[in-house]
């Protein structure tokens, strides 16, 4: 046997490892970005194999926090991708302007920047006060920095010229606070926002919903995983809600082709078909 084979093997077993042990569920994610977060979190917790960092895992709840932030990746940039957020200003906000109120999942929201980017368009669009955001991750890190909503200084100034470019309509520092090298954004902007752990491979639909964003996750599920997550947000949208994906990712040729339509295909904006 290769030795290719016994480390494709000892993959297997990890994955299979951590669900029975912790319940979290990596069966399904893309086998070979998988692969490659396993061997990079071998090095980082100087493990010499994948059966190594097992037996740690398996007896130590703290090591698997840490090779949980490798299987998840959490990063994550504001207003990424601006056309997106744009087509939501331009194409979708009317839309959502005939509700009287609103609820929003963000599911795989890592550690934040796109609750809190959501939140600024909202409020700039005068429906933040009206609106509940569910903010989901299975990484409890993630969604506590998330909760804290403290972002790198540094990294304002692109964060500022991708705000400008989705629409932004005033200025984007009028959303933080600046303290040292650190951001802090204004607590109001999270009043409404619920964070909770969620997994899209083991958890069901848990509210309706008017919109529904999940960006640059399916790109790490095989196909198995990526059709029941649409079948998640198929369940949880309203009649004609809207769902956004990722700019790589796409709901063609899923099983779930014809249940949505194209709003704003360019930017993966689709909208629930009648019923």
């Known amino acids: 046997m290769s030795n290719q084979d016994s480390s494709t093997i000892e993959l297997r077993l990890l994955i299979e490892a951590i669900y029975l042990k912790y319940s979290y569920d990596f069966r399904d994610y893309s086998g070979a970005s998988q692969k490659r977060r396993v061997h990079h979190a071998l090095h980082q917790m100087d493990c010499a194999s994948i059966s190594e960092l097992q037996a740690r895992v398996l007896h130590d709840p703290d090591a ?156 790490y599920f095989n196909r198995k995983l990526q059709e029941r997550a649409l079948g998640l947000f198929h369940e949880s949208l309203c009649h004609r809600g809207f769902l956004g994906l990722g700019s790589k990712e796409t709901i063609d040729f899923s099983a779930y082709a014809g249940a949505f339509t194209p709003l704003v295909k360019a930017e993966r904006i689709y909208r629930k078909a009648a019923a």
């Open 64 to 219: 698997f926090m840490q090779l949980l932030q490798y299987l998840t990746i959490p990063t994550s940039e504001m207003f990424r991708d601006p056309g997106f957020f744009r087509a939501l200003r331009e194409q979708v906000v009317p839309h959502l302007h005939t509700y009287p109120s609103l609820k929003i999942w963000i599911a795989g929201c890592s550690t934040g920047e796109e609750v809190y980017s959501m939140a600024i368009m909202l409020k700039e669009e005068g429906l933040l006060e009206r609106s509940i955001i569910y903010a989901t991750d299975i990484n409890p890190q993630s969604l506590e920095r998330s909760r804290k909503g403290v972002y790198p200084l540094d990294r304002m100034r692109a964060y500022t010229a991708s705000y400008q470019m989705a629409g932004g309509k005033g200025a984007f520092s009028d959303h933080y606070t600046a303290a040292y090298d650190s951001a802090l954004f204004d607590r109001s902007l999270i009043e409404n926002v619920s964070f909770a752990d969620h997994s899209l491979a083991t958890d069901s639909v848990f509210s309706e919903t008017h919109l529904v964003c999940c960006r640059n996750v399916l790109i």
